[in-house]
């Protein structure tokens, strides 16, 4: 898919948001960016929880009924921003304790369960557009009432990110700016992969520009800088790139605080003569933040002074248009990992940028003393239209700086293909350079020569500056909802845990038969990241007890990705093609493989993970199955909530018995056939008493009762059967069109089956798992 730039007919960013919600045409980044700067003068909005906690970082958890104004003024606010000339606003729409002040579906800690049950945010854009001011907004991505924190974020955190920011960037029309809070600072960009957050962000709102706050001085994975002032951080002399600097108007804090009314704010002359007047030719907005007070207004020394600065100000038409900015990376690609000839190489791919009060803070890769020197990014996935490297030296080390260098690129990891070579300066400025499209998952940076005879690098980063999106090839992608079988290339025997369902059973192979305990959901979870979830045990391949050893066993454990702790690594595994249809299955918290213990062809053998060194022992097919039933095979049907069996009550054979859930006990009342009678469509029948399962009378209704009827080819006793992924099923009836589930969701002996519409409930979800 490409994104195309409409430039003859662009409307450019401001135009088009002072028209308000309508849609408007893609613009490219530069004029964005362009536009933006022209801007000059903004309200930073810092209001949340902690004006009513007398805090800048509140802890989670508060009594939503604290946040308890009597009305918040937006229209006071946009007044007092016009009076002083500004032209947009950020304003603070959840902060890092996480109450979000719009009525998101993300949890209950917003302000809709507060004492002021409005959507703030809403009235804030409506009331800045109304003045003519752009709204932006800013989101912190560390929710500590979530759990959203550094080294534990899950699959699930990250739908959570994006789901709220879908709500944030689709129901307030179009906003200018989006400032993210507690990114590279805190989580860092690989955690919370800036690849996929990035693309949600402007396929929602192609024309908004993303802030990282993080005080950094280059353009570093985001379109424009932030300078944070009370961290002593300033817009460099002879700055040309897009940038915002952000100060307060009332020291004490960004939030407000009791004394805030009556301390004097900063003097019209600092505002006009010691910042606008000063940025301004730095191409440098200055976001001046103000804090509305627990009555949900700004105080009155706060309007008077804005009213005032917008006196004394008047923009400087006669400034240049921004100059050309550096390249920006459109289509970023969050590695996987990075591994290199000495140092520690993923220091380069984590996304770990800060300055703090005069010092950066970043981790850093850092070479030994001799040439030529490799780092090279694993990207998790194969991907096409690889065009751009970006390198950012080191910006606390006096040395370091790559000066020559030679770009490869390789799909297995091994096989290197020549792209580009060249020099840079040796000074601390982001390196960039442009090249013919690749295809790849591994990119490798030889160092030729750097300065002081060591190479360092605080981040790379490779993507598309174009709008050719780079897009996984397939080569080393999985469809989430298949089934697998993994087969020893050694042995040729497959992947299974035998008729186990017990947490910390052994992973062994045996001679491949189709078996449910042999096939295997390739679950992803991102930047190369998967789960490999059994389909009979519904447990997830692991290595027993995390260990990072040579020759540790490998088991089946719980899922810990579903579950309420932390996702455990020891879960996560990497797919790498290493050629001819082989894969090594590495895992990512050992960084050893799977492998077959010993090389042994012997049914039983268990696996283990080693070091890898190219045996066959070691690498894997992995074979995409179909999910066929087999006509002459009995299979039982597992309800995922209760992890009962699909029955008939008293194990009747009378036609017209109830069907219910009970305990498994291999009894043939728990036994059935399933056969494909139509595309798609199956009948369900039982063992003892050859009855097919039915929908009571053919009733179309909810709560209708499902029975087993002989069969006589009626739509309501056809089934569709749908995977869901995890090894788990829809079963709806052909007729009604609605799900086969438990009623009332009892975990109960005898609990009565019934069709309703599906609602993923786990008691609508079942497993169906081949016995005989």
């Known amino acids: 898919m490409k994104r195309i730039k409409k430039a003859a007919i662009c409307l450019g960013l401001v135009s088009a948001l002072l028209a308000g919600s309508a849609a408007s045409a893609f613009a490219d980044t530069y004029t964005n960016q362009k536009n933006y700067v022209d801007l000059r003068f903004g309200m930073f909005i810092h209001y949340n929880m902690g004006t009513y906690h007398d805090k800048e970082w509140v802890m989670p958890g508060q009594n939503p009924l604290s946040f308890n104004p ?47 049950p409005h959507d703030i945010v809403k009235q804030y854009v409506d009331s800045m557009r109304s003045r003519g001011i752009l709204p932006g907004l800013y989101y912190s991505i560390w929710d500590r009432q979530q759990q959203i924190e550094k080294d534990s974020v899950s699959r699930a955190d990250i739908d959570f990110m994006k789901g709220q920011l879908t709500e944030l960037l689709t129901n307030y029309g179009e906003i200018p700016v989006l400032v993210i809070d507690g990114w590279a600072w805190r989580m860092g960009h690989q955690q919370a992969p800036y690849q ?49 600097q952000g100060n307060l108007l009332v020291s004490g804090g960004w939030f407000w605080h009791p004394g805030m009314t009556t301390r004097s704010s900063a003097s019209v002359s600092d505002i006009v003569y ?49 100059p050309p900015q550096p390249i920006i990376m459109e289509h970023p690609i969050t590695a996987n990992s990075a591994f290199s000839i000495s140092g520690s190489a993923n220091h380069v791919v984590d996304g770990n940028l800060d300055y703090n009060k005069g010092s950066y803070v970043e981790t850093v890769w850092q070479s030994s003393a001799s040439f030529p020197q490799t780092v090279t990014l694993d990207l998790g996935y194969t991907y096409a239209n690889i065009n751009l490297l970006n390198y950012l030296p080191s910006q606390n080390m006096a040395a370091g700086q790559i000066t020559s260098y030679s770009l490869y690129a390789s799909t297995n990891g091994t096989n290197f293909s020549f792209v580009k070579s060249g020099t840079w300066a040796g000074d601390k400025t982001m390196k960039q350079v442009t090249f013919p499209a690749q295809t790849a998952r591994y990119m490798k940076l030889q160092v030729n020569s750097a300065a002081g005879g060591y190479a360092a690098a605080s981040e790379l980063s490779v993507g598309s500056y174009t709008s050719d999106i780079p897009t996984p090839t397939g080569i080393d992608t999985f469809d989430s909802n298949a089934v697998y079988r993994i087969v020893n290339t050694g042995s040729g025997k497959a992947l299974g845990v035998g008729s186990s369902l017990n947490s910390g059973a052994a992973v062994t192979q045996r ?84 492998a077959n213990t010993n090389g042994s062809a012997s049914d039983g053998n268990p696996a283990d993970q080693r070091t890898f060194n190219g045996s066959r022992n070691q690498l894997w097919q992995v074979q995409k199955i179909a999910d066929n039933y087999i006509p002459t095979s009995y299979y039982k049907i597992v309800n995922l909530k209760s992890n009962k069996a699909l029955d008939i009550s008293g194990e009747s054979i009378v036609a017209g018995a109830d069907a219910i859930q009970s305990g498994y006990s291999g009894k043939d009342s728990q036994l059935w056939k399933v056969e494909s009678i139509d595309s798609g469509q199956y009948k369900i029948t039982n063992k003892k008493s050859g009855y097919a399962l039915d929908v009571y009378g053919g009733s179309p209704a909810n709560d209708a009762k499902v029975i087993q009827f002989r069969y006589v080819g009626s739509r309501n006793q056809k089934w569709n059967i749908q995977f869901i992924g995890k090894g788990l099923y829809q079963i709806t009836s052909v007729r009604s069109e609605k799900a086969l589930e438990v009623k009332d969701g009892s975990v109960l002996d005898g609990g009565g089956i019934v069709q309703n519409p599906y609602t993923s409930s786990p008691d609508e979800q079942w497993a169906i798992v081949k016995v005989q």
Do not use: C
Request: glycine share 8%; proline share 5%.
């Open 511 to 594: 001679t491949s038969a189709d078996a449910a305990d042999q096939q295997w959901i390739i679950d992803d979870l991102g930047l190369g990241n998967y789960k490999l979830i059994n389909k009979f045990s519904g447990l997830a391949l692991d290595v027993n007890g995390g260990s990072a050893a040579e020759g540790a066993p490998i088991v089946q454990g719980t899922d810990t990705e579903t579950s309420a702790s932390l996702p455990g690594k020891n879960q996560q595994w990497k797919m790498a093609d290493t050629g001819n249809g082989y894969f090594k299955i590495v895992n990512v918290n050992s960084d050893k493989v799977l």
């Open 70 to 116: 009597a009305t918040v003024n937006t229209d006071q606010w946009a007044d007092a921003a016009k009076s002083a000339k500004m032209k947009y606003a950020v304003l603070t729409a959840k902060h890092h304790d996480g109450f979000a002040l719009w009525p998101t579906k993300y949890g209950a800690y917003n302000v809709m369960n507060s004492a002021y």
């Open 196 to 244: 996929e957050i990035r693309e949600h962000v402007k396929r929602l709102q192609p024309n908004i520009l993303i802030v990282d706050h993080n005080g950094q001085t280059q353009l570093w994975e985001e379109d424009a800088l932030y300078f944070e002032e009370p961290k002593n951080i300033w817009a460099p002399a002879g700055n040309t790139q897009v940038a915002n």
């Open 274 to 322: 010691g910042h606008l007047k000063v940025l301004e030719p730095l191409y440098t907005n200055f976001l001046l933040n103000v804090s509305p007070n627990p009555q949900g207004a700004l105080d009155t020394n706060v309007v008077n002074r804005l009213a005032e600065i917008g006196t004394a100000w008047t923009p400087d038409a006669s400034r240049p248009p921004l």
